[in-house]
Structure formats: structure tokens, C-alpha cells
């Protein structure tokens, strides 16, 4: 079966692994990208398919209706990533996270409707709140979003799960924990650490640097949706994690490690708002029901991410100058 698929925010982290974990498993799947490129979408990410012929990048909003209605109604699927994700810029500043993260999703749901198509739709375990320092959140967890992101986000996952019980539109949703990996903008924790470090400058830790997160690989998530898309029950939210919990600390030891480095690079700095304590995800849903494994250990991912930063130095320096966005200027105005 051929399939064609939208993805949106194709050109951001996440997304960008999707599309290129997509068109090497299925050489024979459509894929159509479309991604605003505002500052942490990057088609330096997907340079390496630019010239695939089942691959189309198309510049543009998800709050466009028109633009929406198109694209929508020539694809099989939407495998919607297309958001605003950084809790530091929600608290700045909501408004772009409300118009994206909530008004965007409608414009889809609303056209996967008109056209009768099927939804997939990620989401993150941070619309579940902070846990203590036991238990798990899984799909019976009550939602309890703590930051102007997660709350716009849980607002997305109710939306989405309506639009099937009020319309039996077909849509699954997956709840991930913590990503990491290769194209990762760097101001999320790993890259920023692992980049700073590379210059040769400290990192910044926010307050005691307890917080817990569990971390989960990049490809393994895409290997999650992926299973989800094609296997999934409709109507039904995966809980996706990489069964790996580490403090902020711990983290922070364990890049030092990796580029030699000692524990004088570490800077403690004034804790984030709201910051939750610890979040840490029970994936067996997921692997009971469709057989479904992280493949890749924290030791092993972690070794292989510091590398890709370190091979890849002028992906992120072009990032953090700035220069990244002039990348396809004149192609895409």
C-alpha cells in the first residue's frame, strides 16, 4: 500500500527524524512537509531528502485554513507535530502558543473532517502535571498542566479525542517523554549543555538540578508513532517513554563525562516557574497491545547524540548565530 502522509512541523526536531525514519522504512510513501520555519524549524535537517521525489517541503501556517484544506485533502494521513514547545518561551510570552498549539490543531481537525482522513496526533507527558517521587503516568492519568505550553497542549489532546467521540473522526494519540537526539534545537537541555561545552563554556542548571525527567531516544519515538499510525486502535492515547529517569544532575554528569570535562562547568542558576518535579511515563500499554520496545539505552543514545554534536558543529553554530535561517531564503520568502 502506498501511502501519502502530511506531516507538520516536518522541519523541527521531532518531525524531521519522523520524515527521515519514514522514507527509509517506506521508499514507497508520499510525504508532504508542512512547516512554518519559524526559529526552531530547520530544512538544514532534511537536507539529506530534498531531492527524494516522494518527498515535498511546503512552506506555511497551520492556522491557514485555505492552505490547510488543501493539503488535507490530497493525503491519506496527518501526523501532526506542528507546535510551539519550549516552557521558557510560554511563560515569556502564551500567545503564539494558544494560536498555534490549539487554533492550529482545530483548522486540521476540521479538515481531516471535511475529507474523512486519519488523525495521529503527538502529544507530551507534561500535560499530566509533576509526579512525586513514586509512581507513573499513564492513559488514565488526570490532566493537570502546570505551563502556559502544556496546558495549551493538554487543550489539543481533548480537542483531538472530541473530534472522535463527538464525529468518530479516526485518531490515535501518543503522549512521549523527554526526546533526544540528532537536529535538536539547541536551547533544550542536552544540546545546549553539549554544545556549550564544546565552546568551552559552563552549563546552566536549573536550582538544585533534581528535577527527574525520563528520556526517551528520538528514533525510538518514531518507531512508536509509527506503530501507532499503522497499528493503533482508534480513538485510543499511547503513552510513549524510554523507561529511563534521570535527574537534571545526572544528566549533566554524564555529557561531562562524555567530553571530559569536570563538575566546575556546572552553574547553578535561579530554578524555572512552575518547574515540575519529576515526570516519568508507564509505557506498557503500548508494549503489550502493538509489541512496541525502546531499543537504544541511555548510555547508548546519549554516546551517540554527543557525537552527532560533535561531528555536526556547523548545524548548530549556524544555529545559534542565527544563520540557519537564511538557509533556502530565496527558495521560500
Given amino acids: 500500500m502506498v501511502m501519502k502522509l502530511l506531516v507538520t512541523g516536518g522541519a523541527g526536531f521531532i518531525g524531521s527524524n519522523f520524515i527521515h525514519y519514514i522514507l527509509k522504512k517506506y521508499p514507497h510513501y508520499n510525504v508532504v512537509n508542512l ?28 492556522c491557514d485554513l485555505e492552505l490547510v484544506d488543501g493539503l488535507v485533502k490530497d493525503c491519506d494521513a496527518i501526523v501532526h507535530y506542528a507546535a510551539e514547545s519550549h516552557v521558557d518561551r510560554s511563560i515569556l510570552d502564551s500567545t503564539p502558543f494558544i494560536k498555534t498549539n490549539i487554533f492550529g490543531t482545530v483548522n486540521l481537525l476540521n479538515a481531516a473532517l471535511k475529507y474523512k482522513k486519519r488523525f495521529h496526533y503527538i502529544s507530551t507527558d507534561e500535560v499530566f502535571g509533576s509526579l512525586g517521587s513514586t509512581g507513573y503516568f499513564n492513559e ?41 537526539g540528532p537536529y535538536q534545537f539547541p536551547e533544550k537541555l542536552i544540546p545546549l549543555f553539549v554544545t556549550n561545552l564544546l565552546e568551552n563554556k559552563k552549563v546552566p542548571v536549573y536550582g538544585d538540578g533534581l528535577n527527574v525527567r525520563d528520556w526517551l531516544y528520538v528514533e525510538d519515538h518514531c518507531e512508536a508513532v509509527d506503530l501507532v499510525l499503522h497499528k493503533g486502535k482508534i480513538g485510543e492515547t499511547y503513552c510513549v517513554g524510554g523507561d529511563e529517569e534521570r535527574t537534571n544532575l545526572e544528566i549533566t554528569y554524564k555529557i561531562l563525562e562524555l567530553l ?47 557525537e552527532w554534536y560533535k561531528k555536526n558543529q556547523g548545524w548548530w553554530k549556524r544555529i545559534k548565530t542565527g544563520e540557519y535561517l537564511d538557509y533556502y531564503k530565496k527558495q521560500y520568502k
Fill in 35 to 62: 512547516d512554518m520555519l519559524t526559529y526552531c524549524g530547520n530544512l538544514e535537517n532534511l537536507k539529506e531528502v530534498e531531492n527524494n521525489p516522494n518527498y515535498k517541503f511546503v512552506k506555511g501556517d497551520i
Fill in 140 to 180: 488514565k492519568s488526570p490532566y493537570d498542566p502546570h505551563s502556559p505550553y502544556s496546558a495549551s497542549k493538554a487543550a489539543s489532546d481533548h480537542l483531538v479525542r472530541s473530534y472522535f467521540y463527538t464525529h468518530k473522526l479516526p485518531i490515535t494519540i501518543t503522549n512521549c517523554s523527554n526526546n533526544y
Fill in 260 to 306: 571530559n570535562f569536570g563538575e566546575e562547568k556546572i552553574e547553578h542558576v535561579a530554578d524555572r516557574k512552575g518547574h515540575d518535579k519529576r515526570y516519568a511515563i508507564d509505557a506498557s500499554k503500548i508494549k503489550n497491545e502493538l509489541g512496541w520496545q525502546p531499543r537504544h539505552t541511555f548510555e547508548k543514545a546519549m554516546k551517540k547524540t554527543v
